[in-house]
């Protein structure tokens, strides 16, 4: 099993131009998530998704769309990059269980905005 | 709201030393997990434990051990004998019993063992 694989894994933008980060889970989890990390602040929420046709706003929203058109994927986009989304991003995705609960992360993708 | 604090920044130690990690929550929920997570220099993050909110028995799994406490909202990470590979990025993290099981995580803690 592949797990959660994100791709790209590195990508590099200039300000204002349009990116989308696909995030693919083959584990069928009903719960899939996107979270940003930076030093010093550890892992914070960006969206996240309940399951196919149905997405949420997190902790740090702002410039950033997702989509949740089928149950494996879970798509990240940034409209007009800005080099405050300089950061690495994780995408995660869970078990609908409150016994368990646990995130299962991708390898994450680096994404450096000039 | 909940919060997660990890008020080491970063920990150094000599092998095979003992170092303990400290993890404190903030909720509201009366059922709730918490979470370590470790992310070594390859920059994935493994899921190391779970605990639930009505359990605190400690834990010890290896060189790895576990303390929680209800009383001061506390969740500690020991590791014993601590071992280069053990050098990495720790984060706790916690989940209440409502919303989508969305993990509030802290801001983590660079442990470096060095040989």
């Known amino acids: 099993n592949a797990g959660v694989t994100q791709t790209p894994k590195f990508r590099v933008l200039k300000t204002g131009q349009s990116m989308t980060l696909l995030c693919a889970q083959d584990?069928?989890?009903?719960?899939m998530y996107w979270y940003r990390q930076d030093p010093g602040m550890g892992l914070r929420l960006i969206h996240y998704s309940v399951g196919e046709g149905t997405t949420a706003k997190g902790e740090v929203p702002d410039g950033y769309n997702v989509s949740r058109l089928k149950k494996q994927n879970f798509l990240l986009g940034l409209e007009s990059a800005a080099p405050s989304q300089t950061s690495v991003y994780f995408c995660?995705?869970?078990?609908?269980?409150?016994?368990?609960?646990?995130?299962?992360f991708g390898e994450g993708s680096r994404l450096t905005v000039l | 709201a909940q919060k997660v604090t990890q008020a080491q920044t970063e920990i150094s130690v000599v092998e095979k030393e003992d170092v303990t990690l400290d993890c404190v929550y903030e909720?509201?929920?009366?059922?709730?997990?918490l979470f370590w997570y470790k992310q070594p220099p390859s920059g994935e993050l493994v899921f190391l434990i779970r605990r639930n909110s009505f359990d605190e028995q400690n834990e010890i799994s290896g060189r790895y051990s576990w303390n929680f406490q209800k009383s001061t909202s506390s969740f500690n990470f020991t590791i014993t004998a601590s071992q280069v590979v053990d050098s990495a990025v720790y984060f706790c993290?916690?989940?209440?019993?409502?919303?989508?099981?969305?993990?509030?995580f802290g801001q983590g803690t660079r442990l470096t063992i060095n040989p």
């Open positions: 993290a916690l989940r209440g019993n409502r919303g989508a099981q969305k993990l509030v």
């Open positions: 584990m069928n989890h009903e719960y």
């Open positions: 995660a995705s869970s078990y609908v269980s409150w016994r368990t609960g646990e995130l299962f």
């Open positions: 909720t509201r929920d009366t059922t709730y997990y």
